[in-house]
């Protein structure tokens, strides 16, 4: 052991009469370990919403979506042929999107109509990855002569809105219509609610609804067109690439959006909410670094003599300087070590045993959702002991500087 580390210990253990001393030092630890207890928690719980959020949008969205600048595209069946021929593509599907009024016998309401292929949707929307969308856009009504029926997927809050449940009737209104001798006629046709989907987001719940492509088109006065084509793609992060990949193959005037820009505010709003409280609970971490300044200046205080006597014996400034930079260290070390242990214990027991409930009318979840990632520990933790770090440069510093004939002297 290096003689700089072994009287740092043993300034460390203080007298009896340096009470106050070790109390500043105790103090210091607890309030690194505070500080960095608390913020793995903060950022595991934003990272567990984040987390998610994230797999709530993408059980209604897919990761990319292509469209037309000029609009509708009827090469659609070439064009997903393709792209599924890309090994990095699962799947790829059609789908018809139009705003429309659906009118219930209790009420009327706007939706968002989304027309979807029934073979090919439940490989793309991961919400319907089990339904099987034939038995629920075709029902039979039971009467003389068998009428087919087309069926609607409702969000769970548009169908409180409108006050039906599953067998119902509902009018769809587009105002793509017709032109008559009375003027401009919205078509409307008639369809049986027979699902409800519920993704936990108010804004998907509370517009959307599913019909059949066949059916989007017809109503919409289509023929065979699409207004685009949706995606799935192995590694949701290499979208974009993918995206772009997919612009520059076919060209203009095809464009890909995929899931991160198409909700970029939302997570912008959760990178920057995140690291705001970063930002903001690091203060704790730095109160504790002025404790241990404040420790470490107290202890140059008391040992001014040892020190002059160490200089006299021909130590160096550099040695000195790491005598008290390895005490802070060690404080801040312990308080980082207690605050990473006690901060992954209290996410797993917030993940195992969801004690903290939320109220289900404000919140679209009814637990603290927690995710510790390992990178944002060890973030946590190397930050910590950068601040601690610098906390013991001054007094270290001031050590460095005494004056061994002074110190001997008067100390």
């Known amino acids: 052991m290096q003689f700089e580390y072994f009287i740092g210990g043993r300034y460390l253990k203080t007298k009896q009469k340096q009470v106050f001393i070790s109390l500043i030092t105790l103090l210091s630890i607890a309030g690194v370990t505070v500080g960095v207890m608390a913020l793995i928690v903060v950022i595991a719980v934003m990272a567990g919403f984040e987390s998610d959020l994230k797999s709530r949008i993408l059980g209604v969205e ?10 509708l595209f009827s090469d659609y069946r070439n ?17 018809v999107y139009s705003q429309v009024m659906l009118r219930s016998a209790a009420n009327v309401s706007g939706a968002l109509l989304r027309g979807i292929s029934p073979d090919s949707a439940g490989r793309v929307i991961q919400n319907f990855a089990n339904v099987p969308l034939e038995d629920r856009f075709v029902i039979k009504e039971k009467k003389a002569m068998s009428i087919a029926i087309p069926g609607i997927i409702l969000g769970n809050e548009l169908a409180k809105n409108l006050g039906v449940m599953k067998g119902d009737t509902v009018y769809v209104i587009s105002p793509r219509g017709m032109l008559s001798p009375v003027g401009h006629v919205p078509s409307m046709k008639r369809f049986k609610v027979t699902d409800f989907f519920k993704s936990g987001m108010y804004e998907y719940d509370g517009s959307l609804a599913y019909i059949s492509l066949n059916d989007a088109q017809e109503l919409q006065k289509m ?22 990949e997919i612009e520059k193959k076919l060209g203009f005037p095809y464009w890909a959006r995929d899931w991160m820009q198409m909700n970029r505010n939302l997570f912008s709003a959760l990178k920057l909410e995140k690291t705001v409280m970063f930002i903001i609970l690091t203060l704790i971490i730095l109160v504790a670094a002025f404790n241990i300044a404040s420790s470490l200046i107290m202890m140059v205080m008391k040992k001014t003599r040892d020190i002059g006597i160490l200089k006299a014996m021909g130590t ?59 990178l944002d520990v060890l973030l946590i933790g190397c930050a ?19 004056d061994p004939v002074e110190a001997i002297r008067y100390g």
């Open 62 to 71: 897919s990761h990319i979506v292509l469209t037309r600048h000029s609009g």
């Open 79 to 95: 064009v997903i042929a393709d792209l599924e021929k890309d090994d990095d593509i699962i799947a790829a599907t059609p789908f």
């Open 223 to 244: 023929g065979d067109t699409v207004s685009g084509i949706e995606i799935r793609i192995h590694d949701i992060y290499k979208a974009n690439l993918i995206g772009k």
């Open 316 to 374: 160096t400034h550099q040695s000195i300087r790491k005598i008290f930079v390895f005490n802070g260290m060690i404080i801040g070390g312990i308080g980082t070590t207690l605050g990473v242990f006690l901060g992954s214990i209290l996410c797993f027991l917030l993940k195992q045993y969801k004690f903290i409930e939320l109220d289900p009318d404000v919140y679209y979840i009814s637990t603290l959702p927690v995710k510790l990632e390992m």
């Open 384 to 402: 910590a002991m950068v601040i601690c770090f610098l906390s013991t440069l001054y007094p270290a510093h001031q050590a460095s500087k005494v």
